[in-house]
Every structure is written in structure tokens, then in C-alpha cells.
């Protein structure tokens, strides 16, 4: 066994990366004066090593902290030998400047006198990122949950509030109500006095609004000439019907000046109120939407309290047909999948898949996604019918790999109800077992909003699923409700931008912020991050100019059938 020599400890000490302090432990468990301090530590903090020496940890200890010595004091006290403390914290400069550090620190003894060892690393630059970071995110969460153009909360944001209004506590026993407005003719005053007047005239809008609702409700711009109100209590649908007519006839009692022309706005209104006409958000929106939408279709001007009379009866009556057939598919062979190529940003080639479900009815044809998967998750046929996508896709895969002697990963959807259900490790380390296939060609996609479902069970299973090899990511990432903070704790491996951020980003000065800000976090984390919906090269070249990693859309390849994708690759090199 080799023992360190004087000389050693003393190169280490001073020839090490981060500053190395050496001081004396006081009977009362207080730092003493330095005795040794390395020239990392002098050229930091600005000193001489004589004046360091002449010195104590305490005098560097910038005024604000002088109130953590006592706790300082008591762990130096604890300290042995065998275990170091690790903690942060900051030394004051000469020139007075606060240094960042993680401090470790170890107790050692030269003839009976205590002295503490510590190894300090520099953290200015992990804390100028983190900063960056933070400065990012809320950018981010401005540009995501707020209307650019008026400021005002968007449709997402809104969603978020009414969830927050119905999920309290006290709401049992009150009304609420939504309010959704249309400006009647916005299309034709734009068309004739132009864009800029236009969006002043929206700006106009909004602030009348806002002064109007004030304190009594939220409102909320979707967009265009679209607004929204949450009134959260209201005692009747007749009050919620009375605040709308206020509403309405502010807006028209006295000219808005856009650019100098004087314009007169009227408006549609529909109302729904909670618990009337529906007990979650959905119907709520639904009910606003059809009332005022009602009210255009009969030219304007007035308002409209939701009726059940209004929901298109044929398309329940379709929904239902639907729930039926979507039960005998699995059963019938209905399903397939459809693979839509993932491909490096710099270079177009493909790295990887996504399989898509499809459903081809006997009976009703082709069915989008977008009519069933609800339906799906609703009923609960999503759990069964993930089962069949993750078996199809291992299936395939593994064909592929026998045939072509090579095999891509495959990303397959995974909802928050088969992700949290308990037995979800267990299929599928019995489909990779009966397949033969390697995890390492497997890839989850799961959706943003589950990350706040029960978070700990979210980061077991997630560990389960890498440890067999399987990459994790986070699927139209931007529109769910994660932060910056919360994504830190979940070990996954990519991000995938949202396709309705991504279809604008060359037109769209805050969608293209936003999908910048996303691809900053993603590699600050050191994730990967897919841009999806990617259809047209100029959106192409603005990803490329800002390092997105891989891209997925219209512009390299719809989604194919499964014969079809060796194909596709071998045409496109």
C-alpha cells in the first residue's frame, strides 16, 4: 500500500482545482484563523495569501449570513472525522463581491488541536445557468399562458383556472359561470381599415373588459377576436346572464379609437353555468361555445344562455356508435399501426419511429385518432389498447431486425392511466421477453401533465423502465403544466415540442421565442429535444440555426405502414 508523502498532500493542496482552506477549530467549535490556503482560494477572493492567513472564515462571511454562525457552529462541533459536511454557501470577495461555493468539509487532528479541512468549489457559473434558466422559464411561461398581443391570460391558462375554481373546496354549493364573447363583424373592420388597426381595436377591447369584469371574475383571450370570462360565484344563471348584458353594453355604448377611427362594437355571448349545464370543464366550455355560437348564427348582438336543447343530438348519438365499435375493433382486427420517421436535425437521416394507431372499421371506414382516442380514455379501452400498440410495435421491431439485420428505436404513446397503473413494468418486461427484443429499441411518450400526477410513483417507474433499457419522453411538451423545477427531478431522455408551436415559429415572434426557450431548457438538462409537426424548410432551417436535435413531420415523411418504412429509408439514404 502506498502512503501519501508530505510532498504529495502539499502538490494536491496547492495545485488542485478548487480552493483548499486549512483552519482552526476553537474550543467553542468556531472557526479559527486560516492556516493554509491554496492560490485557487487567493486568486477567487482577490487576496494575498498573507492576508488570508491573517484572517478567519467568519470575516468572510457576508453580513446577511453572520445569523447562520450559530447553526454553522453547532454542525462544526459534530463533525468527525470519518463523515464530511457538504453545504453551500459564500465567501465575501476583497472587492466585495459574494463567490458562491459548495463547501466540504472535514474534521483532522495534529497533536490534539482540531482544524477543519475545506474544499470549496467555485458554483458562479452552475449559478449564473440555474439563473439563466429560471429567467428562461418564466419567459417561457409568459409567452405559453399569456396572450402576446393583449397580455391577458390565454385559452390555457384559462382552462387551468376554471380546473382550479371547480376542484375547490367550497365550490359545492355555488354557481359558477363562463362567459365566452365574440365581436360581431371584427373580420370585416379588419379587412377594411387593416391588421394594425385591427389588433388596436382588440387591445381596446381587452382593456374595457378587464376594467369592466375587475375584481368579480377572470378574464381570459383566446386569440383573435375571442374572449372569455370565469365569474366564480354567481347565485343564479340570471346573475351571470345580467354581468353578461353589462359586459355587452359596455362595449357598445360608446365608441373604441383605433388609430383615430371611430368604430362601434357589438358582440355575441354564451353562457353556461356550473352546475346547470355540466359538472366538469369540458362541458362548461361546450356549453358556452354552442350558446354563443347560437347567438352569431342568428346574427349577433345579444346573448345566450346554454340550453341542452342546442347539443347536436346526431353527434352524441355518433359518439355512442363509435364507444360501441371501438370495443369490437381489438377483437376484429380493426387496429393497426402506422410509423412516422424520426430524424437527426443536421442531417435528415432517420434515427428512430414513432408508431401511431389506426382504426379502418368495416362498417364506419377510416377513423381519425382524434374521434377515438377520447373515447378511449374515457371508457378506459386506452389501458388494453396500449397493451396492442406496445405488443405490435415489439413485434415489429423485432421482424425488422430479422429481415434487415438492423432496427431502429420505436416510440410508442403511453396515457397516464396505463402508466400509472401498477402492473405496467411487469407487461412490459413479459412483451420484451416474449418478443426477445433489446429496451434499448423501445422508447415511452408520455404526456407533460404526469408529471404532476403523483410524482414519486411517476420517477419509480420511469427508473424501472431505463434500467431495461428504454428511453423516456415528454410528448407536445409546452402544453401541460411542468416547470422548470419539476422537470430537474424526472430522469427522462427528451423532450418533444409541441406541433402548434412549431407550425407558426417563422411567422410567430412568440412561438418562435417559446420553441427556443424550450430547446435552451432541454440542453441545460441535457435532454435531447424533437421538434414535431415539422412541415415546410423554412421551419426546417430556423430548428437547425437554434441546435434542435431531431425533428419529426410532414416535410420528411407522413406516417407509413409498416412494409412501407424500410422503403422510405432506403429512398431517402
Known amino acids: 500500500m502506498m502512503l501519501m508523502t508530505f510532498n504529495d498532500f502539499e502538490s494536491l493542496f496547492e495545485y488542485a482545482n478548487d480552493a483548499i482552506f486549512l483552519y482552526e477549530l476553537t474550543e467553542q467549535g468556531m472557526p479559527g484563523r486560516y492556516v493554509k490556503v491554496n492560490q485557487v482560494a487567493c486568486t477567487r477572493l482577490g487576496y494575498e495569501r498573507a492576508e488570508l492567513l491573517s484572517m478567519s472564515p467568519v470575516e468572510l462571511i457576508s453580513a446577511e449570513r453572520w445569523l447562520q454562525l450559530p447553526k454553522l457552529a453547532q454542525q462544526l462541533r459534530h463533525l468527525s472525522h470519518a463523515t464530511p459536511l457538504t453545504f453551500e454557501g459564500s465567501y465575501r470577495s476583497k472587492w466585495g463581491e459574494d463567490v458562491p461555493f459548495e463547501f466540504r468539509v472535514r474534521l483532522l487532528t495534529h497533536r490534539n488541536q482540531p482544524y477543519v479541512l475545506s474544499v470549496a468549489r467555485d458554483l458562479t457559473d452552475r449559478k449564473q445557468v440555474e439563473f439563466a434558466l429560471r429567467e428562461s422559464e418564466s419567459r417561457y411561461r409568459q409567452m405559453a399562458y399569456y396572450n402576446h398581443l393583449t397580455a391577458l391570460p390565454n385559452q390555457r391558462m384559462f382552462e387551468e383556472q376554471l380546473l382550479h375554481y371547480l376542484d375547490r373546496e367550497d365550490q359545492h354549493g355555488h354557481r359558477l359561470a363562463l362567459l365566452f364573447l365574440d365581436l360581431d363583424r371584427s373580420r370585416r373592420l379588419i379587412d377594411s381599415l387593416g391588421r394594425k388597426v385591427g ?169 381519425s385518432p382524434a374521434s377515438f382516442i377520447p373515447i378511449a380514455e374515457e371508457t378506459g379501452l386506452i389501458v388494453p389498447l396500449g397493451e396492442f400498440v406496445l405488443r405490435q410495435a415489439s413485434t415489429q421491431v423485432k421482424q425488422w431486425q430479422r429481415e434487415y439485420g438492423v432496427a431502429y428505436p420505436v416510440a410508442v404513446n ?115 429535444v424533437l421538434a414535431e409537426g415539422v412541415e415546410t424548410v423554412e421551419q426546417r432551417g430556423f430548428l437547425r440555426a437554434r441546435q434542435c436535435d431531431e425533428m419529426q413531420g410532414y416535410l420528411f415523411s407522413k406516417p407509413v405502414p409498416a412494409d412501407q418504412l424500410f422503403s422510405w429509408l432506403i429512398e431517402h439514404g
Not at 347560437?294 to 341542452?308: A, E, H, T, V
Not at 418478443?435 to 420517477?459: C, H, K, Q, W
Open 414 to 528: 403511453i396515457s397516464p392511466r396505463q402508466f400509472l397503473s401498477t402492473n405496467l413494468v411487469k407487461l412490459v418486461e413479459g412483451v420484451l421477453l416474449e418478443t426477445g427484443l433489446d429496451g434499448a429499441l423501445m422508447e415511452f411518450e408520455i404526456t407533460e401533465s404526469l408529471l404532476m400526477d403523483d410524482s414519486e410513483r411517476v420517477i419509480r417507474t420511469i427508473q424501472a423502465l431505463r434500467a431495461m433499457g428504454i428511453q423516456v419522453s415528454i410528448d407536445d411538451f409546452g402544453t401541460g403544466y411542468s416547470s422548470l423545477s419539476y422537470l430537474k427531478r424526472f430522469p427522462v431522455d427528451r423532450l418533444k415540442i409541441d406541433q402548434s408551436f412549431v407550425k407558426d415559429i417563422t411567422i410567430d415572434p412568440a412561438h418562435a421565442e417559446i420553441v427556443a426557450a424550450i430547446i435552451n431548457l432541454g440542453h441545460s438538462l441535457n435532454m435531447k
Open 199 to 367: 389588433d388596436e381595436l382588440v387591445l381596446s377591447v381587452a382593456a374595457r373588459l378587464t376594467a369592466q369584469v375587475g375584481k368579480e371574475g377572470f378574464t381570459a383571450h383566446f386569440g383573435g377576436d375571442t374572449f372569455a370570462v370565469i365569474l366564480p360565484t354567481v347565485a343564479a344563471a340570471a346573475e351571470a346572464v345580467d354581468v353578461a348584458k353589462r359586459l355587452a353594453h359596455g362595449l357598445a355604448l360608446s365608441p373604441l379609437s383605433p388609430s383615430g377611427h371611430e368604430v362601434f362594437v357589438t358582440c355575441s355571448i354564451g353562457v353556461s353555468v356550473y352546475p346547470e349545464h355540466g359538472m366538469d370543464a369540458a362541458s362548461l366550455v361546450r356549453g358556452a361555445d354552442l350558446a354563443m355560437n347560437r347567438i352569431k348564427s342568428q346574427g349577433g348582438n345579444d346573448i345566450g344562455l346554454y340550453n341542452p336543447a342546442m347539443q347536436n343530438v346526431t353527434v352524441l348519438g355518433e359518439r355512442i356508435r363509435l364507444e360501441h365499435q371501438l370495443y369490437k375493433a381489438l377483437e376484429e382486427g380493426e387496429l393497426s399501426l402506422a410509423y412516422q420517421p424520426k430524424v437527426r436535425a443536421n442531417s435528415g437521416r432517420m434515427i428512430g419511429a414513432e408508431a401511431l394507431l389506426r382504426w379502418d372499421s368495416h362498417t364506419l371506414g377510416q377513423i
